[in-house]
C-alpha cells in the first residue's frame, strides 16, 4: 500500500464502539499511536500487525480449506478469534465443524 492511497478518517468513536464498527476497525492494524488515541489498549492482542499482513493469513486460511489441509480448522478457528464478526470466517469454520472438506471458493 503507498502512502498516496492512504486517507485520513475522522470519528468521535473509540474503545468498544469503534472495534463494532466494521467500516473503521482495523484490528490489529491500529498503530501504537492511533491505540492511546482511540483507547484500544486491552481491547486488542498487543501486536500491531499491517492490513496487508491479515489480509494475506486470511488468504492463506482459505487455501489451506480449499486445498483439504487438515490444519484449516485451527486456521479459521484463530481467525474467528481474531475477528469474531467476520462471517465468512464464521461461515467456513461452521463448515468444517460439520464434516465438509475442501471447497472451491469462486469472486465474480
Known amino acids: 500500500m503507498n502512502d498516496q492511497s492512504l486517507q485520513t478518517v475522522r470519528t468521535a468513536l473509540s474503545g468498544y464502539e469503534l472495534l463494532n464498527d466494521p467500516l473503521l476497525?482495523?484490528?490489529t492494524a491500529f498503530t501504537e499511536a492511533e491505540r492511546d488515541a482511540?483507547?484500544?489498549h486491552g481491547l486488542l492482542p498487543p501486536?500491531?500487525?499491517t492490513l496487508d499482513y491479515q489480509v494475506q493469513r486470511r488468504l492463506d486460511a482459505f487455501r489451506k480449506l480449499e486445498a483439504g489441509d487438515p490444519s484449516a480448522l485451527p486456521a479459521f478457528?484463530?481467525?474467528?478469534?481474531?475477528?469474531?464478526?467476520d462471517q465468512l470466517v464464521?461461515?467456513?469454520l461452521?463448515?468444517?465443524l460439520n464434516g465438509a472438506t475442501g471447497v472451491r471458493?469462486?469472486?465474480d
Open 77 to 85: 478457528a484463530a481467525l474467528l478469534g481474531l475477528c469474531g464478526g
Open 90 to 92: 464464521s461461515f467456513h
Open 105 to 107: 471458493i469462486m469472486l
Open 38 to 40: 482511540f483507547e484500544l
Open 47 to 49: 501486536h500491531v500487525a
Open 94 to 96: 461452521k463448515r468444517l
Open 25 to 27: 476497525n482495523k484490528g
